[in-house]
């Protein structure tokens, strides 16, 4: 009856573990979430080192959560690198001035680059 308690422990703070990494993943701060899996790896290779016949329910619970996270990490990485585009985008917008002829015509006319005098 103890182990069979321990055994469900071990489970639930699994499933917490995976709960807080999303917390860290919605919330921040990011530099958390490495500690976090690594308590979340150790604790499912001790219940591995313990059992090798894991219940439906955890292992469905477990993918659920699992798949969860791994979304939201890859929603935050498309966010990161659209972001990283845009950036890319306003630096070279900066650089260039387009405007229009008398007649009409689009004209893009490129900033000089800032030089600076150098004495000896």
């Known amino acids: 009856m103890i182990a069979r308690m321990l055994t ?37 290779a001790e219940i591995l080192e313990i059992e090798t016949d894991l219940p439906e329910a955890f292992l469905v619970a477990l993918k659920a959560r699992a798949e969860r996270n791994s979304r939201l990490i890859l929603a935050s990485l498309a966010g990161v690198r659209s972001g990283i ?18 007649a009409g015509a689009p004209v893009a006319v490129r900033l000089p680059e800032t030089t600076r005098d150098h004495r000896a």
């Open 85 to 102: 585009a845009r950036i890319g985008q306003i630096a070279a917008e900066r650089a260039e001035l387009r405007t229009y002829t008398a």
């Open 8 to 44: 469900s422990a071990r489970y639930a703070r699994v499933l917490r573990l995976l709960d807080l990494e999303r917390r860290l993943i919605l919330n921040g701060p990011l530099t958390g979430l490495k500690a976090i899996v690594e308590q979340r790896e150790a604790a499912v």
